[in-house]
């Protein structure tokens, strides 16, 4: 319980490498989850239970994976949020399956844009129906590693699923993509031997931090009835 005697707020942080703050100097602390969190507290004044689900690799079908049966991603999610109703969500997902075409003919690309989509649709459904009052779910966009070719295109479509099938489902979008733009040079962590990495370092994932706190941060809250509702 917090101070204030109010159920805690719960945070879930879900999808792949980006939710786990890989390329980030200390996730537990400089990756956008960590950062989010901790503004959530000082913007709440309550106590956040948070787990944080994501998994390096992960992609819209293996987060499903066989659910309801097995321990998918998904599955964890929704134990989590039964657990903590109204809760707040952040999700990050899609850069593993545009990668998994990078290879394919231009009609596979656009075909694993829409059976992501279908996907999508799917994770934000389950998720929103798992608790009640349901979470407050925001997904982010994907930045373009390697702006300036031909995955410019390709980030762009995957951006337009992104858009359409979280409006779709009454979720939140933090762009996060818009923010890296003119900025890849200073976002992206490097290797020790200079080569550019496609993971974020601390910098990086401040930006996506603060493209989640625009797209739903949530005011100060004062006690309700039921806790976590605004």
């Given at each position: 319980m917090s101070c204030s005697g109010e159920e805690p707020l719960g945070y879930a942080s879900l999808g792949?490498?980006?939710?786990?703050?890989?390329?980030?100097?200390?996730?537990?602390?400089?990756?956008?989850?960590?950062?989010?969190?901790?503004a959530l507290e000082?913007?709440?004044?309550?106590?956040?239970?948070?787990?944080?689900?994501?998994?390096?690799?992960?992609?819209?079908?293996s987060f499903i994976g066989r659910y309801p049966e097995g321990d998918s991603q998904l599955r964890r999610a929704e134990s989590f949020l039964q657990r903590y109703p109204g809760s707040r969500v952040t999700l990050s997902l899609?850069?593993?399956?545009?990668?998994?075409?990078?290879?394919?003919?231009?009609?596979?690309?656009?075909?694993?844009?829409?059976?992501?989509g279908e996907d999508l649709g799917f994770i934000l459904e389950t998720l929103g129906g798992a608790s009640s009052p349901p979470p407050e779910i925001?997904?982010?966009?994907?930045?373009?590693?390697?702006?300036?070719?031909?995955?410019?295109?390709?980030?762009?479509?995957?951006?337009?699923?992104?858009?359409?099938?979280a409006r779709?489902?009454?979720?939140?979008?933090?762009?996060?993509?818009?923010l890296f733009r003119g900025h890849t040079e200073e976002y992206l962590r490097r290797y020790e031997g200079g080569e550019r990495d496609i993971h974020p370092n601390d910098a990086g994932y401040a930006a996506l931090a603060r493209s989640l706190l625009r797209a739903g941060a949530p005011k100060r809250e004062t006690p309700r009835p039921r806790p976590g509702v605004e």
């Open positions: 792949d490498s980006l939710a786990a703050g890989v390329g980030s100097s200390a996730p537990s602390q400089t990756s956008y989850s960590a950062l989010y969190r901790e000082e913007r709440t004044g309550r106590e956040v239970g948070y787990r944080q689900l994501g998994l390096s690799g992960e992609t819209a079908e899609g850069g593993n399956d545009l990668l998994r075409a990078r290879d394919a003919s231009d009609r596979r690309r656009r075909e694993a844009i829409s059976e992501y925001t997904v982010l966009t994907l930045y373009n590693p390697a702006p300036g070719g031909f995955t410019d295109r390709w980030t762009g479509e995957m951006n337009e699923e992104i858009r359409a099938t779709a489902n009454g979720a939140s979008v933090a762009e996060g993509g818009r």
